[in-house]
């Protein structure tokens, strides 16, 4: 007996809930850069009934990465890159407008500014960490990701990636 992912299945619908509305905020969509490679690929294997996603960038995307994304029928936004403040007030206007149920940070940046983003909405943050050195340097670093992120998801590249980055007292889901 061979096992389908449900996207495969044709007996089985999806729930009335979906598509979920994913809101991917990355640092920079250079197009020779890793993440947003990654972002792109997801992107382009993403079943559409299913996920609905949009891609948000703190540095001008190039117009070859955002015309990849739009190949794919991801929209880009650029919510800027000044501090902490602007960038989270523009992701805020964005997640209201959009309407993300879930938004996933892919930097330490990114992270704090969605975590202001979405101080008292309904929609969840996720941190994606790819890489085991850089994306969280520093003692004060790591003591505020795992404060803010201990009820939240966290997505890992890899098992090596999950032992060298994984907070103490993470209560959330780690994949």
Known sequence: MQIMPISMQSDV???QCWPLRVLL???TLKYT???PRCLLYLASAADRARVELSVASMVEPTP???QEFA????RTHWVGDHRYIRPAARLRGLIDSDGADVVVATCFKTFLCSKMALFRRAARSMFWLHARHGPVEGMFRRWLVARL????AMLFVSRAVMRAQSPRGHRGLSK
Do not use: H
């Not at 190949?71 to 991801?74: E, I, K, L, R």
């Open 25 to 27: 905020v990355a640092r």
């Open 33 to 35: 850069a890793g993440v």
């Open 13 to 15: 619908k999806a729930p």
């Open 71 to 74: 190949n794919v029928g991801v």
């Open 64 to 66: 070859q990465m955002a």
């Open 149 to 152: 992120c201990r009820r939240d």
